[in-house]
Protein backbone atom coordinates (compact mmCIF):
# COMPACT_ATOMS: atom_id res chain seq x y z
CA UNK A 1 0.00 0.00 0.00
CA UNK A 2 1.38 3.54 -0.70
CA UNK A 3 2.01 5.80 2.09
CA UNK A 4 -0.25 8.32 0.28
CA UNK A 5 -3.14 7.93 -1.72
CA UNK A 6 -5.12 9.76 -4.01
CA UNK A 7 -7.83 9.42 -6.51
CA UNK A 8 -5.89 10.27 -10.05
CA UNK A 9 -9.55 11.65 -11.47
CA UNK A 10 -9.34 13.22 -13.70
CA UNK A 11 -12.41 15.13 -12.26
CA UNK A 12 -13.98 16.87 -15.13
CA UNK A 13 -15.59 20.48 -13.62
CA UNK A 14 -17.76 22.81 -14.98
CA UNK A 15 -15.98 26.22 -14.72
CA UNK A 16 -17.42 28.09 -11.42
CA UNK A 17 -18.98 24.34 -9.95
CA UNK A 18 -17.40 23.15 -6.21
CA UNK A 19 -14.98 20.49 -6.61
CA UNK A 20 -13.62 17.90 -3.84
CA UNK A 21 -11.36 15.21 -3.08
CA UNK A 22 -9.73 13.69 -0.50
CA UNK A 23 -5.92 11.95 0.14
CA UNK A 24 -5.13 9.47 2.81
CA UNK A 25 -1.98 8.98 4.81
CA UNK A 26 -1.36 5.31 6.06
CA UNK A 27 1.48 6.78 8.16
CA UNK A 28 0.52 7.79 11.54
CA UNK A 29 3.34 9.98 12.58
CA UNK A 30 3.14 12.17 9.63
CA UNK A 31 2.85 15.73 10.97
CA UNK A 32 2.52 17.92 8.41
CA UNK A 33 0.63 17.93 5.51
CA UNK A 34 0.20 20.22 2.35
CA UNK A 35 -1.29 20.22 -1.03
CA UNK A 36 0.57 21.02 -3.73
CA UNK A 37 0.20 21.84 -7.64
CA UNK A 38 1.64 20.91 -10.67
CA UNK A 39 0.78 22.29 -13.73
CA UNK A 40 1.46 19.94 -16.82
CA UNK A 41 5.17 19.34 -17.61
CA UNK A 42 6.28 22.05 -14.68
CA UNK A 43 7.13 21.81 -11.42
CA UNK A 44 5.01 21.17 -8.33
CA UNK A 45 4.43 24.58 -6.46
CA UNK A 46 2.96 24.84 -2.84
CA UNK A 47 -0.72 25.41 -2.80
CA UNK A 48 -1.53 25.49 1.16
CA UNK A 49 -0.77 24.13 4.34
CA UNK A 50 -3.42 22.17 5.73
CA UNK A 51 -3.67 22.71 9.32
CA UNK A 52 -5.61 21.00 11.90
CA UNK A 53 -8.40 22.66 12.49
CA UNK A 54 -8.77 23.51 8.83
CA UNK A 55 -7.90 26.65 6.71
CA UNK A 56 -8.92 28.39 3.84
CA UNK A 57 -7.38 30.08 1.00
CA UNK A 58 -9.68 32.68 -0.81
CA UNK A 59 -11.48 29.70 -2.68
CA UNK A 60 -9.90 26.72 -1.40
CA UNK A 61 -10.74 24.91 2.12
CA UNK A 62 -8.40 22.48 3.08
CA UNK A 63 -9.51 20.02 5.99
CA UNK A 64 -7.37 17.43 8.08
CA UNK A 65 -8.88 14.34 9.89
CA UNK A 66 -6.37 12.48 11.77
CA UNK A 67 -8.76 10.04 13.01
CA UNK A 68 -9.31 8.62 9.87
CA UNK A 69 -5.85 9.81 8.62
CA UNK A 70 -7.35 11.49 5.83
CA UNK A 71 -6.91 15.32 3.86
CA UNK A 72 -8.92 16.93 1.92
CA UNK A 73 -9.12 20.10 -0.45
CA UNK A 74 -12.19 21.93 -1.79
CA UNK A 75 -11.92 24.46 -4.85
CA UNK A 76 -15.17 26.53 -4.78
CA UNK A 77 -16.10 28.78 -8.01
CA UNK A 78 -13.68 26.71 -10.25
CA UNK A 79 -11.63 28.74 -12.96
CA UNK A 80 -10.10 27.27 -16.10
CA UNK A 81 -6.85 27.98 -14.55
CA UNK A 82 -7.65 25.65 -11.83
CA UNK A 83 -7.35 22.49 -14.19
CA UNK A 84 -3.75 21.12 -13.13
CA UNK A 85 -3.06 18.41 -11.00
CA UNK A 86 -3.28 18.55 -6.95
CA UNK A 87 -0.76 16.64 -4.80
CA UNK A 88 -1.19 15.64 -1.60
CA UNK A 89 1.88 15.68 0.63
CA UNK A 90 2.92 14.73 4.16
CA UNK A 91 5.91 15.18 6.52
CA UNK A 92 6.98 12.96 9.02
CA UNK A 93 7.81 15.15 12.33
CA UNK A 94 11.10 14.01 12.73
CA UNK A 95 11.97 14.38 9.05
CA UNK A 96 12.03 16.47 6.26
CA UNK A 97 11.55 14.90 3.01
CA UNK A 98 7.91 14.95 1.42
CA UNK A 99 6.12 11.86 1.14
CA UNK A 100 3.62 12.50 -2.03
CA UNK A 101 0.54 10.76 -3.39
CA UNK A 102 0.03 10.44 -7.02
CA UNK A 103 -1.93 13.22 -8.01
CA UNK A 104 -5.28 14.19 -8.23
CA UNK A 105 -6.09 15.99 -12.24
CA UNK A 106 -9.13 18.21 -12.59
CA UNK A 107 -9.96 19.67 -15.71
CA UNK A 108 -12.47 22.66 -15.64
CA UNK A 109 -14.50 23.23 -18.79
CA UNK A 110 -16.05 25.60 -19.88
CA UNK B 1 14.79 36.88 -7.10
CA UNK B 2 16.29 33.76 -9.04
CA UNK B 3 14.61 30.53 -8.26
CA UNK B 4 16.18 27.07 -8.29
CA UNK B 5 17.99 26.36 -11.26
CA UNK B 6 18.53 22.57 -13.04
CA UNK B 7 20.36 21.45 -15.71
CA UNK B 8 20.37 20.30 -18.41
CA UNK B 9 16.37 20.86 -18.78
CA UNK B 10 16.82 17.39 -20.90
CA UNK B 11 19.26 14.74 -21.01
CA UNK B 12 19.27 11.85 -23.75
CA UNK B 13 21.73 8.83 -23.02
CA UNK B 14 22.06 5.80 -24.07
CA UNK B 15 21.59 2.90 -21.52
CA UNK B 16 25.16 1.78 -19.35
CA UNK B 17 26.17 5.41 -19.74
CA UNK B 18 26.76 7.76 -16.82
CA UNK B 19 24.69 11.06 -15.87
CA UNK B 20 25.21 14.07 -14.34
CA UNK B 21 22.16 16.52 -13.13
CA UNK B 22 23.01 19.51 -11.73
CA UNK B 23 21.08 21.77 -8.85
CA UNK B 24 21.41 25.54 -7.99
CA UNK B 25 19.54 26.48 -5.02
CA UNK B 26 18.09 29.22 -3.72
CA UNK B 27 20.99 31.54 -2.85
CA UNK B 28 20.84 31.22 1.15
CA UNK B 29 18.95 27.85 1.25
CA UNK B 30 20.58 25.60 3.35
CA UNK B 31 18.92 22.58 2.65
CA UNK B 32 18.51 20.70 -0.75
CA UNK B 33 16.53 17.62 -1.64
CA UNK B 34 16.34 15.49 -5.17
CA UNK B 35 13.16 13.96 -5.90
CA UNK B 36 12.69 11.97 -9.68
CA UNK B 37 9.18 11.55 -11.04
CA UNK B 38 8.88 8.65 -13.46
CA UNK B 39 6.04 8.57 -15.71
CA UNK B 40 2.36 8.11 -13.97
CA UNK B 41 4.03 7.76 -10.50
CA UNK B 42 4.30 10.62 -7.70
CA UNK B 43 7.29 12.29 -6.68
CA UNK B 44 9.59 10.20 -5.26
CA UNK B 45 12.46 11.47 -2.50
CA UNK B 46 16.27 10.44 -2.99
CA UNK B 47 18.10 12.27 -1.12
CA UNK B 48 18.55 15.33 1.30
CA UNK B 49 21.37 17.96 2.56
CA UNK B 50 21.10 20.04 5.18
CA UNK B 51 24.51 22.13 6.10
CA UNK B 52 27.15 20.41 7.22
CA UNK B 53 25.31 17.12 8.07
CA UNK B 54 25.65 13.82 6.63
CA UNK B 55 22.54 13.66 3.83
CA UNK B 56 19.56 11.61 4.44
CA UNK B 57 20.34 9.02 1.58
CA UNK B 58 17.21 6.93 2.09
CA UNK B 59 15.26 7.20 -0.79
CA UNK B 60 18.31 6.48 -3.70
CA UNK B 61 17.09 3.27 -5.39
CA UNK B 62 20.81 1.84 -5.87
CA UNK B 63 24.10 1.92 -5.82
CA UNK B 64 24.66 3.60 -9.31
CA UNK B 65 22.53 6.58 -7.65
CA UNK B 66 24.90 9.21 -5.93
CA UNK B 67 24.89 12.59 -4.79
CA UNK B 68 27.05 15.24 -3.18
CA UNK B 69 26.44 18.85 -2.41
CA UNK B 70 29.86 21.22 -2.73
CA UNK B 71 30.42 24.30 -0.59
CA UNK B 72 26.88 24.14 0.70
CA UNK B 73 25.39 24.98 -2.50
CA UNK B 74 25.44 23.59 -5.85
CA UNK B 75 24.76 20.09 -5.87
CA UNK B 76 25.43 16.95 -8.27
CA UNK B 77 23.06 13.96 -8.84
CA UNK B 78 25.14 11.50 -10.38
CA UNK B 79 23.60 8.33 -11.70
CA UNK B 80 26.13 5.56 -13.19
CA UNK B 81 25.48 2.98 -15.72
CA UNK B 82 21.98 4.55 -16.70
CA UNK B 83 19.27 2.16 -16.78
CA UNK B 84 15.71 2.18 -19.17
CA UNK B 85 14.16 2.60 -15.76
CA UNK B 86 16.09 5.21 -14.46
CA UNK B 87 14.16 7.86 -17.15
CA UNK B 88 12.06 10.30 -15.36
CA UNK B 89 11.94 13.60 -14.24
CA UNK B 90 14.78 14.81 -11.75
CA UNK B 91 13.66 17.55 -9.28
CA UNK B 92 15.35 19.68 -7.09
CA UNK B 93 14.26 21.82 -4.49
CA UNK B 94 15.56 24.01 -1.59
CA UNK B 95 14.25 25.52 1.55
CA UNK B 96 15.85 28.44 3.83
CA UNK B 97 16.56 25.38 6.40
CA UNK B 98 14.92 22.09 7.49
CA UNK B 99 11.99 21.67 9.52
CA UNK B 100 8.17 21.70 8.65
CA UNK B 101 7.77 25.27 8.50
CA UNK B 102 10.04 26.17 5.66
CA UNK B 103 8.88 25.67 2.45
CA UNK B 104 10.52 23.21 -0.37
CA UNK B 105 10.55 25.41 -3.71
CA UNK B 106 11.18 23.05 -6.55
CA UNK B 107 13.33 23.82 -9.92
CA UNK B 108 11.88 22.84 -13.42
CA UNK B 109 13.16 19.39 -13.29
CA UNK B 110 15.81 17.81 -15.85
CA UNK B 111 14.09 15.03 -17.67
CA UNK B 112 16.23 11.72 -18.27
CA UNK B 113 15.35 9.99 -21.36
CA UNK B 114 17.56 6.42 -21.28
CA UNK B 115 17.52 4.75 -24.21
Redesign the interface.
Known sequence: R?E?EQDPGPFNVPEGATVAFNCTYSNSAS??FFWYRQDCR?????LMSVYSSGNEDGRFTAQLNRASQYISLLIRDSKLSDSATY?CVV?K?A?????????TRVLVKP | GAGVSQSPSNKVTEKGKDVELRCDPISGHT?L?W?RQSL??????LI?F?GNSAP?K??LPSDRFSAERTGGSVSTLTIQRTQQEDSAVY?CASSEA???GY??Y????TRLTVT
Open positions: KVQSKEPKLLRAGNKLTFGGG | AYYGQGLEFYQDSGLAGAEQFGPG
